[in-house]
């Protein structure tokens, strides 16, 4: 079949991208289901797959893809036959619970990618296991594939860990990546005040006519005055970020007293500089968030199927355009999600 591989870790990622019209098949094993792609999306995590995961041994070639929806062509041992034909969309995150022991307490399950722990959907089919899909009906697959990972991302960040209600004020720095856009989507769909930033003029026009609220172009200098003066100096409740060290400090002094920040990533670089005394004297939570669970997955795909959220798409690509795609992601000019359609 074909597959987009990434033959060898290195950076820049893109060069080392190409289709593999000869990669092997699989056959689901017991509690697995084996989907024909119609559509699969990119994610920063891809770069890392290319570039290499540290503290994680990956071997070349390989295929990431943590995105992916198509149709169920064949099940594994002990799945229902019923799963055939229908479409699916994908949770990557796998959870690989821990036996219990007498001398250890029980703590959060560790998860194993898809696309990254073993390859993914960016290929004509993809294995995984039944318990990580979801029927999706008739909905169209290149949106499908485009919002879920992302928009699960940003449910767990925002209602799960932050607790989004209704009449908040969200801070969404980066605007443009696909879990700042998921963000932006859930936070007006709980009718919440949106501030959206970005390093790009453009990208925040784009963000206004998406209803973010107000934007902020980010120069490089400490932005939260601008933030603050947009809150009447009170500050936002919820600051839900993924780029990391180069905007942490910004975030932090954008908080009103018992705001959240959470993060689910740190495109930027892990080693943030954070201000401690503001951190205990206003009662700010930092939280950590990723992924999520198939509840949640279950909540957030509800409000794709009825229509209540749709995923922002910038390019949709054919397999044999797969370095272009890689190349988009990896200048880091993209608007919205990159999707491969295998359709095509």
Known sequence: MRAITITKQGSPVAPNVSVNDQWPEASPGPGEVLVRTEAS????????????????????????????????????????????????????AVPQPRPAEPDRAPSLDEISMIGEHTNGTLAEQFIAPADNVLDVGETDPVEAAAFSLVHLTAWRMLRTRAGIEPGMTVLIPGIGGGVALACLNIARHFGCTTIVTSRHQWKLDRAAELGADHAVLDDGEDWSRTVRQITGKRGVDICADSVGKAIHLPC???????????????????????????????????LGSTMGDMDEFRQITALLRD??????????????????????????????????????
């Open 41 to 92: 999306a990119l994610n920063h995590l891809d770069l890392w797959v290319g570039r290499g995961l540290p503290g994680l041994e990956l071997d070349y070639p390989r295929v990431g893809g943590s995105d992916g929806c198509g149709r169920v062509e064949q099940v594994g041992e002990g799945v229902s036959e019923s799963w055939i034909g229908r479409r699916v969309v994908l949770n990557a």
């Open 252 to 286: 932090i002094k954008s908080l009103t007293r018992g705001g959240v920040f959470v993060t689910c990533g740190i495109t930027s670089g892990p080693d943030a500089t954070t201000d401690l005394a503001r951190v205990f004297w206003n009662q700010l939570s930092i």
């Open 307 to 344: 229509g209540s959220l749709k995923p922002v798409i910038d390019t949709t690509y054919s397999p044999a355009d797969a370095t272009a795609a890689y190349e988009r992601l990896e200048g880091g000019e993209q608007f919205g999600k990159l999707v491969i359609d295998w359709r095509t």
